[in-house]
C-alpha cells in the first residue's frame, strides 16, 4: 500500500470545488482511496463564522465562567454558545467541554478549529461529512473517500486522525468468525478500516503550516471481509459514555 500527498493545493475558500482541485494535480486510479482533510471540506462549504455570530446564553455563560475558574484563564462565552449549538449532548463540561456533534462524532469542543482560518474566528465542521465525502466521491468519479479529523484519545497523550465521514468503502471490516493462527475462532475482532486509514494520511499529511489536506491512499485491499457502517457507538453499548454522564469534576 502506498501513500502521498496531492502537492500544492491552494487555500480553500467557500465554493471551491476540491475534486477538481485534486484532479489537476493527480491521476487517479478507479480503486484510490481519497483522504480528506475535514478543514478544506469545511471551508469549501462555507463553515466559517465569527464570534459574534454566538451571542451568549445564560448556559454559555456558566460553562465559560467554570473552565475560566479552572484554567485561571478567562474563557469566552461566546465561544461556549458555539459549541453549545453544534452539539447534540455535553458530555463533560469540565475541565474542558466534550461533546457530542450533530453527526454522532463526540470530540471536544465540538471538533470546532481556532487555527488556520483567514478571515474568521473560527471553523465549524463539515455539517454532514458523510454527504460531503460521497459529493466529493461523485465529483472525483473515484470509488472511495473518507474525510479526516483529528482527535485525542482516552487514556493516551497525542491526537491522531480519525474519520468523521466516508463514501464507497465500509467503515469497519469483520473478522468474527474467521480463524487465527491457531486456528481460534475470532468473535470480537471488527477493525475500524476508515480510521485507521485517517490515521496513516495523517503521518502523510503532516501538522501545522507545512500541513497538506488531502492524501491518496494505493492498492489499499478491504478483503473479503464482511463490512459495517456502523461507526459511532450507539449509547446503549457505550459505557464509557454512560459513566462519564454520572462523573464530575472536583476543582
Known amino acids: 500500500m502506498e501513500l502521498f500527498a496531492v502537492p500544492d493545493l491552494p ?3 467557500p465554493g471551491d470545488d476540491i475534486a477538481a482541485l485534486v484532479r489537476e494535480r ?8 481519497v483522504c480528506v482533510a475535514s478543514t478544506i471540506v469545511s471551508k469549501a462549504e ?12 445564560p448556559r454559555a455563560n456558566e460553562l465559560a465562567a467554570r473552565l475560566g475558574d479552572i484554567s485561571g484563564e478567562e474563557k469566552d462565552p461566546r465561544f461556549a454558545q458555539a459549541v453549545l449549538e453544534e452539539s ?31 478571515g474568521a474566528d473560527l ?14 466521491r ?28 466516508w463514501a464507497g468503502i465500509h467503515a469497519s471490516r469483520d473478522w468474527r468468525g474467521e480463524p487465527d493462527r491457531d486456528g481460534r475462532e475470532l468473535g470480537v475482532t471488527v477493525q475500524s478500516v476508515v480510521d485507521e486509514l ?18 491518496v491512499v494505493r492498492d ?32
Open 138 to 165: 461523485q465529483e472525483l468519479d473515484a470509488d472511495q473517500v473518507v474525510v479526516t479529523d483529528t482527535c485525542g484519545r482516552p487514556f493516551r497523550h497525542g491526537q491522531r486522525g480519525v474519520a468523521i465521514g
Open 88 to 118: 447534540t449532548e455535553i458530555i463533560m463540561e469540565a475541565p474542558f467541554l466534550l461533546t457530542e456533534t450533530r453527526f454522532g462524532h463526540i470530540g471536544v469542543n465540538a471538533g470546532i478549529d481556532r487555527s488556520n482560518v483567514p
Open 46 to 57: 462555507g463553515r466559517h463564522a465569527n464570534l459574534e455570530d454566538f451571542p451568549a446564553g
Open 26 to 33: 493527480v491521476d487517479l486510479r478507479a480503486d484510490d482511496v
Open 220 to 251: 489499499f485491499e478491504f478483503g473479503d471481509h464482511a463490512g459495517s457502517d456502523n461507526h459511532f457507538r450507539d449509547v446503549e453499548s457505550d459505557f464509557v459514555r454512560q459513566a462519564l454522564r454520572q462523573w464530575s469534576f472536583d476543582h
Open 11 to 13: 487555500e480553500i475558500q
Open 198 to 215: 485517517a490515521a496513516a494520511a495523517n503521518l502523510v499529511a503532516g501538522e501545522g503550516a507545512g500541513g497538506t489536506p488531502v492524501v
Open 123 to 136: 471553523l465549524l465542521l463539515p455539517k454532514r461529512p458523510s454527504e460531503s465525502a460521497e459529493r466529493i
